[in-house]
């Protein structure tokens, strides 16, 4: 009867200990992707800017390769007209958006979506202020249009690294502390089975 005591009661302190543990990685596990997202390093024209007259494109950098699917970038001028012309377009780190010819002088923001290398989609703005209209030069010459860089595929999703670390120190947790149960739980067993005997 002891022995089944002693063998109940650690089968149930084994149970808390595997809770605590579930409780203590699976929040670090799931914490691991939002803190992968990618970062804007830099943006073109700067945030808060004034220049000269409207760029034939706007361009965000950031450190490390989004995702083309699902991205997206509006131009609004100060009436809230789109002036983006044609599809994002993604070199390396870069996400570009190109400009339409005689975009009009004024406020613009500038509001982005896309998608981060870990699957997730992350968003943001900006505002620049130019004082000619896209195309024209301040000595009232033609300006040449921006070349908008040649669209490649973007890289492949980068694989959540977290999430495997974090499951993977789940399995560990759990493969050890199933070894100690057994361990544990043998003698205490062995005993009880020799006690019931005949």
């Keep these: 009867m002891g022995s089944r005591f002693r063998t109940w009661r650690?089968?149930?302190?084994?149970?808390?200990?595997?809770?605590?543990?579930?409780?203590?990685?699976?929040?670090?596990?799931?914490?691991?992707?939002?803190?992968?997202?990618?970062?804007?390093?830099?943006?073109?024209?700067?945030?808060?800017?004034?220049?000269?007259?409207?760029?034939?494109?706007?361009?965000?950098?950031?450190?490390?390769?989004?995702?083309?699917?699902?991205?997206?970038?509006?131009?609004?001028?100060?009436?809230?007209?789109?002036?983006?012309?044609?599809?994002?377009?993604?070199?390396?780190?870069?996400?570009?958006?190109?400009?339409?010819?005689?975009?009009?002088?004024?406020?613009?923001?500038?509001?982005?979506?896309?998608?981060?290398?870990?699957?997730h989609p992350i968003e943001g703005s900006f505002i620049f202020t130019a004082g000619q209209a896209n195309g024209i030069r301040q000595s009232g010459t033609a300006r040449p249009a921006a070349q908008a860089p040649v669209q490649t595929p973007a890289e492949e999703a980068g694989f959540p690294w977290g999430v495997a670390a974090g499951g993977m120190a789940l399995a560990a947790c759990l493969i050890a502390v199933g070894a100690y149960v057994r361990r544990r739980l043998a003698p205490n067993e062995a005993a009880a089975s020799t006690g019931n005997g005949p």
């Design 10 to 119: 650690l089968r149930w302190a084994i149970g808390g200990l595997l809770l605590a543990v579930c409780a203590t990685v699976f929040p670090l596990a799931a914490a691991q992707p939002a803190a992968a997202h990618d970062v804007v390093e830099t943006v073109e024209p700067a945030d808060g800017s004034v220049v000269a007259a409207v760029p034939g494109m706007v361009r965000l950098t950031f450190n490390r390769t989004p995702i083309a699917i699902g991205s997206r970038i509006l131009v609004n001028d100060e009436s809230g007209t789109n002036q983006s012309d044609g599809p994002v377009v993604i070199v390396d780190n870069q996400v570009a958006q190109a400009i339409k010819a005689g975009a009009p002088a004024g406020r613009y923001r500038v509001v982005w979506r896309v998608v981060s290398s870990d699957s």
